[in-house]
């Protein structure tokens, strides 16, 4: 039997998925995107040349494997044009190798100023979004108004007439100046012969590959703390990063998923608004931020740091039936003398070990730590789980019970290369079955 698994952040984002998804990928035929927009950014290392994928699955990267933006994910035309053009200067052809759902829904040109303008009314409240246009574009799809790529290919009146009662209906919003329904209709139909030819019944071309027994990666965008049901709502992005957006977000049933893979950072980060329990502030949250380079991929934004939350990938754990972690980026941690792991909170004087829903309580919340002794041996390129320094494997070892999930995966830089595959780990067990 094949396996098919999802790989998905089980923080705040940023946790290093690019990464994973790139170094698993040569045992898949297919990697497919399920939901989010380019409000993603997905930065990979091959023999030290970057690449920042925003929309595009990092498996474009890898010859011969397909990749997939299914109808869970909002499409900015422009900016997948623009990704592709640079893969191109890159020297990576997409054609043949990049399927686009044609259920997928369209974030339009001004749906980034409904984003922005939304922000600026919440005033105090503001999310701290990408300005993409993510949120709004999920907003039209929801209210039953949004533009679906299939539409762009189909009855050009029908089409006429949907943007024109959205352009007016955006006019309605922004008052300051008014757009012309007709530009953005050439626009669409323009992008839509573009996309034409990647353009495809995604539901049945996976089940058709699940069926012939070739592996799939499902692969998420940002993670579950910002899942618009299962984060911290209201400060979380539009759609569903946890494993049940693999289902509505590619037409796969449950049953073709076989496992899930949850990123986690060895620390925490967080970039935009909204509760972080474990933040730290002042030199060692710049210490973090330098040794992580933690600046958003997108955005370029700062991100906040904190100690590792094991509330968090507990919580994450359970919403996504994690079969193990990937843990990332353990080389920042060389040289600390001292690390912490948040075991618990509490919460006016009340212990507790759940995450809350409430963001009053969350944001009440103290962590509780446990401290464990900092490595000097740097684990920076380590291969091999035992050449650690002791003091991280033992971080490790505790970081796994009070998370309740395995690490099957340790990774020490940002090379392919710097990783560590435990033996006898769930990923072991993929891999050793694979058929691709
Ligand atoms: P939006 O997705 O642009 O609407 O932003 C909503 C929230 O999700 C904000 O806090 C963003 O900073 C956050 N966010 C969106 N995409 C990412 C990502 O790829 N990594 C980390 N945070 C993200």
């Not at 869970?72 to 890159?90: C, H, N, S, T, Y």
């Not at 618009?228 to 073709?256: E, K, M, Q, W």
Request: hydrophobic residues 35%; charged residues 25%.
């Amino acid at each position: 039997m094949s396996t098919n698994i999802a790989v998905l952040g089980a923080q705040w984002g940023d946790e290093g998925k690019g990464k994973i998804v790139d170094m698993l990928t040569p045992h898949f035929s297919t990697v497919a995107r399920y939901q989010g927009g380019h409000n993603a950014g997905h930065t990979v290392y091959v023999h030290g040349k970057k690449f920042v994928l925003h929309l595009v699955p990092s498996g474009i990267l890898h010859p011969g494997v397909t990749c997939i933006i299914g109808n869970g994910v909002v499409i900015d035309p422009q900016a997948l044009f623009k990704e592709v053009d640079e893969l191109g200067r890159m020297g990576i052809d997409v054609d043949g190798r990049l399927l686009v759902s044609e259920k997928a829904h369209l974030i339009l040109p001004y749906h980034r100023e409904l984003d922005v303008l939304s922000e600026a009314r919440r005033g105090e409240r503001k999310i701290g979004t990408t300005s993409r246009g993510i949120g709004p574009a999920y907003e039209d799809k929801i209210g039953r108004r949004g533009i679906r790529i299939v539409d762009l290919l189909g009855d050009r009146e029908a089409l006429a007439t949907e943007v024109r009662e959205n352009v007016s209906a955006r006019n309605r919003i922004i008052k300051e100046t008014t757009l012309d329904w007709r530009p953005v209709y050439d626009q669409l139909l323009a992008y839509g012969e573009r996309m034409r030819p990647w353009v495809t019944d995604v539901s049945l071309y996976l089940s058709q590959n699940v069926a012939e027994g070739k592996r799939v990666m499902f692969e998420g965008a940002q993670a579950t703390l910002l899942d618009i049901d299962h984060g911290t709502y209201p400060f979380v992005t539009s759609s569903n990063a946890s494993v049940g957006g693999v289902c509505t977000g590619l037409g796969v049933p449950p049953r073709a998923i076989h496992g899930v893979l949850g990123v986690a950072k060895a620390y925490t980060t967080r970039v935009g608004e909204g509760p972080l329990p474990t933040e730290l502030t002042g030199e060692l949250a710049d210490r973090l931020r330098e040794s992580g380079q933690e600046y958003g991929a997108s955005t370029g934004r700062p991100r906040r740091c904190g100690w590792y939350d094991a509330v968090v990938v507990r919580y994450s754990a359970r919403i996504n039936g994690l079969d193990a972690l990937a843990l990332t980026k353990l080389d920042v941690l060389d040289g600390l003398p001292e690390v912490k792991i948040c075991v618990g909170y509490k919460v006016e004087s009340e212990q507790v070990s759940e995450f809350p829903a409430d963001l009053r309580l969350l944001t009440a919340a103290e962590p509780q730590y446990e401290t464990l002794p900092g490595w000097v041996k740097p684990t920076k390129g380590v291969t091999d789980f035992n050449a650690l320094a002791v003091e991280a494997q033992r971080y490790i070892r505790r970081l796994e019970e009070v998370s309740g999930v395995d690490c099957a995966i340790v990774s020490t830089g940002s090379d392919r290369s710097e990783t560590i595959v435990r033996k006898e780990s769930a990923v072991a067990r993929w891999l050793a079955d694979s058929r691709v």
